[in-house]
Each structure stands twice: as C-alpha cells, then as structure tokens.
C-alpha cells in the first residue's frame, strides 16, 4: 500500500507552488521515473496522451505558463465531453450487439405462429415490415358503432371517404 501520508504531504507542499514550479516538478518526476520506477506508469488513454502532447509543445514553445493552464483546463473540459460521447457510442453499440443477437438467436421450440406473435406471419414477404403497420395479424373487423359509417376503415396513405350523413343524427 502507497503511504498516503507523504502524498498528501506533497500535494501540500505543491499546492502552495506557482504553474511555473510545478513544470519543473513534473519534469523531475519523470526523469525520477525513469531512473527509479520499477515498471513503467499506467498507460494513459488517447485524450491524455494527446493534451500532454499539447502541453509539451506549448512548454517547448515557451508559452506562458497561466496560457497553458488555461489551455489544458478547457482541454481537460473537451476531454470530459468526448469521454462522455466515447461512452453513449460505446452504449449504444452494446445494445445495436444486443439486438442483433437476440435477432439471430433461434426461437423457442413449439413457437409457430400465433403463440407468440414472432412468427413468421409477423413479416412480409421479403423480410419487410408488415402493411398493417402495427407488426401483428390484422384483427377481424369489428362492428361498427350505432350510427357510424359502415365499410372498411382508412388504409395507411389513403384519405378516410367523407362520412355518410343518413339523417339519423342531428347535424
């Protein structure tokens, strides 16, 4: 186990330092690490090791070090906002996986058609999406309503026919 203690002692001490010192810090540690670690440092990932890019070059650069400060924090923002979108793509090709496979997977024995309404009378022909629209069997017709309009209902893309007026209501 690390001493936490003489961490946060140096962090301590590092907070009372400005930007400019703490470059040198840096530096010392990682020729410290070099010389002296055991084994190399946990890899960074791609958005780290590219904003400690930037930082070098703005350091080899001679920039100012409350310009680079100023630099990181708002890269350090982007990098939030990527890792955030890194992480809904990585979601949501999970669950495109998912689907896919329950798609894939064979259907259970003695699941034909009409057990479950996942059988193959769910699909036109073609694999497409059933005309009906709602992905069943369409339903027996029912009877229509005292005083309505009888014959078939809308059809999807066709206009409804003006309603009947057969003087049985008010208008």
Same mark, same amino acid.
């Given at each position: 186990m690390?001493? $936490?203690f003489l961490r946060d002692r140096i962090q301590r001490k590092l907070a009372n330092l400005p930007d400019e010192r703490l470059y040198q810090v840096l530096d010392f540690v990682e020729f410290l690490e070099t010389k002296y670690a055991p084994e190399p440092a946990a890899s960074a990932n791609f958005f780290q090791r590219f904003a $400690?890019? *930037?930082? =070098? +070059?703005l350091r080899a !650069? +001679? *920039?100012s070090a409350g310009a680079i400060a100023e630099t990181m924090n708002l890269m350090h923002r982007a990098m939030g906002v990527l890792n955030g979108v890194a992480a809904a793509g990585k979601s949501v090709a999970s669950d495109i996986a998912e689907v896919a496979q329950r798609a894939t997977a064979t259907p259970p024995p003695g699941g !034909? &058609?009409? #057990? #479950? !309404? #996942?059988g193959p009378s769910d699909a036109a022909p073609g694999g497409a999406a059933p005309a009906s629209g709602a992905g069943t069997t369409p339903a027996a017709p029912r009877? &229509?309503?005292p005083g309505a309009a009888s014959g078939p209902g809308p059809t999807s893309g066709a206009a409804s026919p003006?309603? *009947? =007026?057969r003087g049985d209501r008010p208008a």
């Open positions: 690390p001493n $936490e $400690e890019g *930037v930082e =070098d +070059r !650069g +001679r *920039v !034909g &058609a009409g #057990s #479950s !309404g #996942s009877p &229509a309503a003006p309603p *009947v =007026d």
